[in-house]
Structure formats: C-alpha cells, structure tokens
C-alpha cells in the first residue's frame, strides 16, 4: 500500500530504524518456520512497534498483513487477530484518514479468517469503528461496507453480503438482489427475498433508501418488470412505506393483517414488522394471524384513498385499476 494512502508522505525514514525492523522480521519468519510460533508472534510485534514510533505506519501495515496470514494458516487466530486488531488500533488511535488503499487492506485481512469465526467479527466491527471515528460518524465508510460484500459475496455468504449493500446505494443493493433471486431464487420467491431486505432496512430507520431500493428492484427484475399483476407481497411493502411515511399507525397495523398469509411465509416478517413499530410508531405491536370484520372497512377507506392520491400522480392509470382489483380481491 502507498504511503500516500495515509494522507501524505511519511517523515524521513530512520534508516538504522528500518534497518533493525526488517533484521526482526526475518527472525520472527525464522521463528515461525521453526514451528515456534508465540516467539514469532512477539518478535512481529516488536518490529510493528518500531516502524509505528517512526511514524512509518505504511512500513508497518505491509509488515504485519504477511504474518496475519501465515498465522491463520497454522490456525494460530488468537495471535493472527491480535496483530489485524494491532493495525486498526493505530490508524484508530493515529487518526489516520481514511482511503480506499486503507480499506482494501482491511477488507484482505478480513478476509483471511474464517467466515464463521469469532475472529473476523471483531475485526469488523473494529475495522467499522475505525471508519465512524475517523470519517462518517453515523455508519462508518461506504466503501468498506461494498468491499466486505464482495468478500461475502464471494464466500456464497449472500446473507451478509445484502446486510453490508444496506449501506451503499438503492441501485446497487437492488442490482445485487435481482442477481441473488434470478441465480438461486425459485420462481414464486422473487418478492421473499426483496421484502427481507426493505422490512430490515426500515427497522435501521432508512426509509428512503428502502423506498428506492423497491422502485428499482421491481423496475429491473425481469418477473416483475412490467407486471400488471404485482406479488401480493409486493403491493405490501408499498402499503408499509406508506405507513411510516404518513406516520399512520392504524393503517400499519391493519395492512400487516390484510397481509397475514402471505407474510407467514417467513416468521422473521413479523418480528421486523414489530421492530418497525417501535421505530416510527413508538408502540410495542402484536399481529394477529387473521383481520376482524371490523377493521376491513377501515382497510378499504384507506386503501382506496391512497389509490385515489396516486391516479393523480400517475402517467399510468392502469397501474392504478390493477392495484385496486388486488385489493377488492384480497378483500373478498
């Protein structure tokens, strides 16, 4: 990695500094080829130490990432995290800015541990933190969020790969859901996997990007592009956006009622659905499975209207007619 990736260059190097560093270096690889891998571990550390007093912070990254890697192939972790945790605690502690050198090494170190592991959480975490600390103090860097996607994304960990896209933007998370469903979705599971991703999204409060993520996803899936017939599931999350863009709670809770069967495809629907709750409407909630009579009047008032609102925003009157047959018939 540059030095530039550090926001400029370094100091004048010590040269007998840089000198007695690599000497060190070349005894802890001597020491881990010997098997003994703690005198290694320590001697790394030593060497880190040196080039981080000079200032020499891109001299010590490139020494220490080697020696992370040869760690977890012994299946050393304890000592190869204690040295990724050791970098992220200088540029955290050092403020060192953040670039996309810097988060490309850290997104290659991530990706030396296990998926499952303990290990690569911390590092992570530590690894986001660094990013909140130094540059956006809301949700870390983008950048590093796309970058461990792909790590993810690489590793078949598609899961966490679409929570890592959360942070970036609508197109490029919609993209990567209409990807995911088209490669290893069935057919009748193209709207399961879009309302996953939109109900978490809402549950981290981001309602707009949830909204634009929708639009494009439906936009660009080739089953539901063009559809004048949307999944049910589809027309809901529309409803709930709306919901929590009009702050109307008896709306919310009725929509998720009206949509009870189709929701019970996946239990952690409604377990979203009353995290959302508690997020826009301040109010603990709890879903019944099936609609009372009584609250189907309300239901159609307010479905209706909504429809109303948009025949007169929309260039496509059809669009409308459709969704006011899925409602009379998810009302019959």
Known sequence: M?????????PVADSRTRSAAMKMLKKAEMKYNEGDFYEAHQIYRIAYARFRAKELYNDAMEAIRPAI???TRCKCIDLAKDLALL???TLTDRRIPVTTAILENLSSICGM?????????????KAILYTKAV???????NRLYKLLAEMYWKEKNFGMAIKCLMYGNAETLAGALVDLSITFGYNDEADL??????????????????AATLQHYVKTHPQLSGSRAPLPL???????????????????????????LSLSRDVTFFQYLTQIGKVYFKKTMSFNTFIEDTDKSYIVESLTRYLMERKQDSSNSDDVVEDARSVNDLMN
């Open 2 to 10: 540059a030095s530039a990736a550090y926001g400029g260059a370094p």
């Open 135 to 141: 540059g956006n103090p809301e949700h870390g860097d």
């Open 87 to 89: 970098i992220i605690e």
């Open 234 to 260: 589809i027309n809901f999350l529309n409803y709930v956006i709306r919901a929590v863009e009009t702050g109307d709670t008896a709306f919310y809770e009725t929509v998720i009622s009206l949509y009870s």
């Open 113 to 125: 541990f296990d998926s499952d592991s303990d290990a690569r959480v911390t590092i992570i975490e």
């Open 69 to 71: 890697l040869l760690f």
């Open 193 to 210: 996997i879009i309302t996953n991703c939109i109900l978490q999204l809402l549950c981290s409060n981001r309602k707009n990007i949830a």
